[in-house]
């Protein structure tokens, strides 16, 4: 894709947007698996399928509606993303993130991006929220950077900086907000791989050891262009499993339905990320 044609398909993408709705979001919001039916609390929301949208691929996993719904959560305006896009189903890093290049071209300058994520840290539980502090890109490390190629400096410099990549002002109004409504956030570093299969014992022994408190297959990559053009980030991982590095004889590899465990938990979860959510999009002036 060359930068003139990465900035086209971005512009056509926009335009059709707008031919459904004006609204001009200040927040892009990205919902993982199980977590779609946060789009219910969105004010006036306008849904526009992926297929609608030229250039957008289609999102295939259960748990992911596949649409943009532009409305108002509380006073913000904001763009969700209803499901996302993942590597594992067959698409190009590029694809997976090119809807975060459109919720900034429509206007979102702060992207919160969820996700589920399987429990690394021995001290977590299902149902914890982890703020995310920092992630391990397993996949650009390996090669899949979303920023490979030629560079379009309009929509961001050549090399980007990933340091405080997850911005701490809003991290703090987050976990301040939390402690407001009676729950505590978590914190820890994430790590993205590609999936879909789930993790060995061996290998959560390995995240473990190199300092990964939760896993998942998302996030990463859409943080790396969020950075790039100039988003900042607010990342929350709902803990919706628990790693095992020590299976018992006779359990079933991977439990009975590793994917339908996580819908079900993100079900449980959905209260306390809502008023979480709304609270950050109440306060968030006082993040500058």
Do not use: C, K
Request: zero cysteines.
């Amino acid at each position: 894709m060359t930068n003139g044609g990465l900035r086209v398909r971005i512009d056509e993408a926009v335009a059709a947007i707008r031919q459904r709705t004006q609204l001009v979001p200040a927040v892009g919001l990205i919902l993982g698996s199980g977590l779609g039916e946060l789009v219910e609390a969105v004010e006036g929301g306008v849904g526009v399928p992926y297929g609608e949208i030229p250039h957008m691929a289609a999102a295939t996993v259960l748990g992911h509606a596949g649409r943009f719904v532009l409305g108002h959560l509380g006073v913000r305006p904001v763009v969700v993303m209803q499901g996302r896009i993942h590597f594992y189903e067959g698409y190009t890093i590029a694809q997976t993130t090119f809807p975060v290049r459109v919720m900034q071209a429509l206007g979102a300058g702060v992207l919160i991006v969820t996700n589920a994520a399987g429990g690394i840290n021995p001290s977590f539980h299902v149902g914890d929220i982890m703020r995310i502090v920092d992630h391990l890109n397993l996949l650009g490390m390996a090669g899949q950077n979303p920023l490979w190629g030629p560079n379009d400096p309009e929509l961001g410099p050549r090399f980007v900086g990933m340091s405080g990549a997850y911005d701490p002002v809003l991290g703090v109004l987050a976990e301040d907000v939390a402690h407001s409504r009676g729950f505590e956030l978590q914190h820890g570093v994430y790590a993205q791989l590609s999936g879909p299969s789930f993790e060995t014992p061996a290998e959560i022994r390995f995240l473990r050891g190199i300092g990964v408190d939760a896993v998942g297959m998302s996030t990463a990559t859409e943080v790396v262009v969020a950075r790039h053009g100039g988003m900042r980030v607010l990342g929350l991982s709902h803990i919706s499993n628990v790693a095992v590095t020590d299976p018992s004889p006779g359990a079933p590899p991977g439990g009975e339905d590793p994917h339908q465990e996580v819908l079900e938990a993100g079900q449980r979860a959905i209260p306390r990320l809502v008023a979480l959510i709304r609270g950050v999009l109440e306060r968030l002036d006082e993040a500058g």
